[in-house]
């Protein structure tokens, strides 16, 4: 098959690495996977994922030439539909009417969008795509795929994940346009709690198929680790509110004040850097507390094998965001290293509390730093819910097997639509 992903930016050096697992496993199968992305991104080759080389994505992305939205991608607009309604002008109604008329999704920005949709076309029509994907069901993504596929006559799919559900105005618009995700071939999400979320809001009969968010285990494989003195903890995440980092660092202070050392490293960026610089400030843990700039894919093994402990107090940020099963968890877990998070938003289909991680309520302090003295003080404990957490990743978590799924459902989905 001939998949087209539709990808905000891409290649991203860090974030939403498993999508290019996704892609890189695609393509094993035999497909012919190329992105569709709104920002593309030029970045140097040892800047670029393994994956990305080793697949050549870089000659497989699709973008419009770059024009900022005013008179320049108006006038290339007229350039464009000008001479193609001269020599074919049934197809170039058609691309227009669906592209402009047609009563998909309309907000007062998304003309800027109708005209990106109108000027790559032409670049992709003659690739003959079977299939057209948005790994992220925001709106806007879906409207795009839509008018793309009904054009080319291609079946569009799309997945849930989590703020593209979750996000109070996610959940509001998907209430408001059902009508919308009525005309979609294939919907799926990445989790059971997810798929009853979106049951209760499209209905008991939408069949939406469950394809986990995966890693490879073989690339996050364990190695002998040595109780490190004090313990190594470490998270690895964006900063930002979803996180709960600011109830991690509090409960790294209690722990100092009950006389348990530590050695803390957060690895990340994001916009609450500073928040979380003046907190160990606040909380006395400059001693204690290490923040490291964001790092390689491919660096993040490294950090693991050197390290305890993986702790992510996940919550429900103000906006009704959260993470749906952490991948950094299941990497960590990969390479047998025990976990601490949020009981929240269906954490239990990953982790098992006391046998595979621990699972405390989201933003309680005492019980975070109770669960991680619990580790700190016995090692046979994390040695034993690390070999059941790599279980897991294997059986239920493993790229190879979810990409299977989610190359069948493509299947599917394509037979259907003859």
Not at 28 to 48: E, F
Not at 176 to 190: C, D, E, N, P
Not at 342 to 351: F, K, M, R, V
């Amino acid at each position: 098959m001939k998949i087209l992903y539709l990808l905000h930016q891409f290649p991203n050096i860090n974030s939403e690495a498993f999508i290019l697992n996704e892609l890189a496993e695609l393509q094993k199968l035999g497909n012919d996977v190329w992105i569709l992305a709104d920002k593309p991104n030029n970045l140097t080759a040892q800047d670029l994922h393994a994956l990305i080389i080793e697949n050549n994505f870089m000659a497989k992305i699709i973008s419009n030439d770059f024009y900022p939205r005013g008179i320049n991608k108006l006038a290339s607009f007229v350039k464009k539909i000008v001479p193609n309604f001269i020599s074919n002008p049934k197809k170039t109604f058609k691309k227009f009417y669906f592209i402009f008329l047609h009563n998909h999704y309309y907000k007062s920005k998304n003309f800027w969008t109708k005209l990106d949709n109108y000027l790559v076309l032409e670049k992709i029509l003659p690739k003959n795509f079977d299939i057209i994907y948005a790994p992220f069901a925001h709106l806007e993504k879906i409207d795009r795929g839509l008018s793309i596929a009904q054009i080319i006559g291609a079946p569009f799919a799309t997945a849930f994940r989590a703020l593209d559900l979750h996000s109070y105005n996610c959940r509001q618009d998907i209430i408001t346009y059902q009508k919308l995700f009525s005309k979609i071939a294939g919907l799926v999400t990445i989790s059971k709690f997810n798929q009853e979320k979106l049951l209760d809001l499209l209905g008991p009969e939408a069949k939406i198929n469950i394809i986990h968010s995966a890693i490879d285990p073989e690339k996050f494989i364990p190695t002998p680790r040595i109780n490190n003195q004090p313990p190594k903890i470490i998270t690895i995440s964006r900063f930002v509110e979803k996180k709960g980092i600011p109830y991690l660092l509090e409960a790294l202070s209690v722990l100092k004040k009950d006389g348990v050392n530590v050695d803390y490293t957060l690895i990340g960026d994001g916009p609450l850097k500073s928040d979380y610089e003046s907190l160990i400030e606040k909380f006395n843990l400059k001693d204690t507390v290490k923040i490291l700039p964001s790092v390689k894919q491919e660096s993040i093994k490294l950090f693991l094998q050197q390290s305890d402990m993986m702790v992510l107090p996940c919550i429900i940020d103000r906006n009704g965001d959260r993470d749906i099963m952490a991948n950094v968890l299941k990497e960590a877990m990969s390479m047998e290293l025990p976990v601490i998070t949020s009981n929240i938003s269906g954490i239990e289909e990953l982790i098992v509390n006391q046998k595979n991680g621990l699972l405390v309520p989201e933003k309680d302090v005492p019980a975070l730093a109770e669960a991680i003295k619990k580790l700190i003080n016995n090692s046979e404990l994390r040695k034993e819910m690390g070999i059941a957490g790599r279980q897991k990743i294997i059986t239920d978590f493993n790229i190879h097997q979810e990409a299977a799924k989610l190359n069948q459902f493509f299947l599917e989905i394509k037979k259907n639509n003859h």
